[in-house]
């Protein structure tokens, strides 16, 4: 038996079913069934821990529909961490029922070798641009792919053409004083659908006088691990350590809330390897987020928009529920000379991004999203910022489908946008 498994168990055992956690859980709201809360699921591991031959396709749904966005902890007195019982679920289902043979190659073939993963998304891009992946799709040369395909065609609306790591050439040098040496961690939403977002961070802090090294990093193994793959997300997750070791970093910078999130909890991710535990460690106490290092460390203050601009701020799961960094993105919004700041009612309620959640569950995942949209239309704010490209793509995603005259962008994009030089 695995150490995740017996640790998630021991875990679910703290859960008292008091049912506070229902009103904050966005399948819960949506289904009103008990087998879609943390209460409900946390009964379903210990089920399935307690008698092993119980965990089959009759708990999929209930084990899988959870959007791990930790809404539940912060109304849970005994802090159960519901989405990390899940993800130990899922390692078990996979298991002992199997993982789909895409899904698994996804993992850990093309994620840990970035050439195959790049040459991949070239040829997704391209198909984009220029409406093959559509004609694809209308001849089913991709059916084997299941109808997910034609839900993340809808998704993303761009792919660009270059990514981010092709775009490096285009920084200005800047002259930099710090002594500070940061490692950019460049998140596969980044590179892949946000290279305008990965150059706007690296331009922001090197304004204010920080030099970037672009670290070669991998997946931060998130997207594994989601899915139950801990071996897969353990073994990328051994590869970035090795990859900051060597870079010398003093600290690791993220602007996916999703990265910095789940970099920061590598120390949890080897309970059963000491040496890598110590190494993990060491790694995620360098971890910030970049609302949270320029709140503490930006030296540049003076920041003016063009024209006044009503502005506001969904909060990403990771970064609100997980690493508590709320505050952050807010002042530095509020710091900016000509936004007018409308805080959004239910921020840091859940977009049903979830990472791909809105390609494996559409359908949740879109009425999560209409109640954003809803909650949107009250700031009547015309630019909404965000702090996760996963975020980005959903809320996007949302603007266009319900008709919302409002541009999403992430928060780096307006800082530096709107900094004097
Ligand atoms: S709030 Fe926490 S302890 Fe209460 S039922 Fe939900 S998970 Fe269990
Ligand atoms: S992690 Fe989110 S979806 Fe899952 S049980 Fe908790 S609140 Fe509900």
Known sequence: MSGDWENAYQQSLHCIRCGYCQPTCPTYVISGMEDSVARGRNFIAR????????ISRQYKDMIFECLLCGACKDNCAP?????????ATRAEYIKKMGQPQLQRFVFRELLPNPERF?????IASFGKRSGLSGLAQALRVFGWFGKGIATMEGLVKHLPKKFFRERLTELKPRSTGSDIKIGYFVGCGINYAFPDVGLATVELLNKNSYPVEVLNNLCCGLPAA???DLEAARNLAKQNIEIMEKSGADIIISECGSCSSYLSEYDHLFNDENLWADRATRFSKKVYDI?????????????????????????PCHLSHYLKITNEPRQLIKQIDGVVFEELPEANWCCGGAGTYNIAHHDISIKILRRKIENLDRTEAS???SSCP??????????????????????????NETISE
Request: glycine letters at 6%.
């Open 47 to 54: 089920l399935c821990y307690e008698k092993e031959t119980d």
């Open 390 to 415: 996963g975020c980005l793509v959903q809320l996007s995603y949302g603007v266009r489908k319900f008709n919302k005259p409002v541009v999403v962008k992430h928060i780096v994009q307006l800082l």
């Open 291 to 315: 609302n949270q290092f320029l709140d503490q460390f930006q030296t540049q203050r003076e920041f003016k928009t063009s024209q006044q601009i009503r502005v506001s701020y969904h909060d």
């Open 226 to 228: 989601g899915y139950g």
């Open 383 to 385: 630019l909404l910022l």
């Open 118 to 122: 790049s040459r991949l998304m070239k």
């Open 79 to 87: 802090a159960v961490k519901t989405p990390q019982i899940m993800m």
